[in-house]
């Protein structure tokens, strides 16, 4: 698979591992999958994309030099209904990922999709206007982010 997006407790209670970092264990997810990339989602504190380093299977006994990780901050400041936010990342992640866009990107424009579903009661659909809005309010806020190192700047 290219992608798998469980949340940390989904993670823990697939592998019955509630000891080890979420690092090392994300990479026995992958490994076990055969999967490319996960986004382990942490509720209120955003996600994690975790990811294959390019010589990932060089060094088959560390995992700190197979994986990538970059965290990704929850862009709403509370959850008006939780219903659908998965949904909403996983489809925003995969069309990012469809047309090659990183793991990165990927887990941006999810994450995004998310906070907007998050705003909606039900599980309403979530429009590439509503994820460019987001964009353009992340894009407009003070916090210290790269923006072209993620392109949001074409998003917007």
């Known amino acids: 698979m290219d992608l798998l997006c469980p949340s940390e407790s989904e993670i823990r209670d697939a592998l019955h591992d509630y000891d080890e970092g979420l690092?090392?264990?994300?990479?026995?997810?992958?490994?076990?999958?055969?999967?490319?990339?996960?986004?382990?989602?942490?509720?209120?504190?955003?996600?994690?994309?975790?990811?294959?380093?390019?010589?990932?299977?060089?060094?088959?006994?560390?995992?700190?030099?197979?994986?990538n990780a970059l965290h990704v901050p929850a862009f709403s400041p509370f959850a008006v209904d939780q219903?659908?936010?998965?949904?909403?990342l996983l489809a925003a992640a995969t069309l990012a990922l469809s047309v090659n866009k990183s793991i990165g990107h990927a887990a941006l424009l999810g994450s995004l999709a998310a906070s907007c579903e998050a705003q909606h009661l039900g599980n309403a659909v979530i429009s590439a206007a509503d994820?460019?809005?987001?964009?353009?309010?992340?894009?407009?806020?003070?916090?210290?982010?790269?923006?072209?190192?993620?392109a949001l700047t074409q998003l917007a």
């Open 83 to 88: 219903l659908g936010c998965g949904d909403a």
């Open 131 to 150: 994820i460019r809005r987001a964009a353009r309010r992340l894009c407009s806020t003070q916090l210290a982010v790269r923006s072209e190192s993620l």
């Open 23 to 67: 690092s090392a264990i994300t990479w026995r997810l992958l490994s076990h999958t055969q999967s490319n990339a996960a986004l382990a989602t942490l509720g209120e504190d955003g996600l994690i994309a975790f990811s294959r380093t390019e010589d990932s299977n060089l060094n088959p006994s560390d995992w700190r030099s197979r994986l």
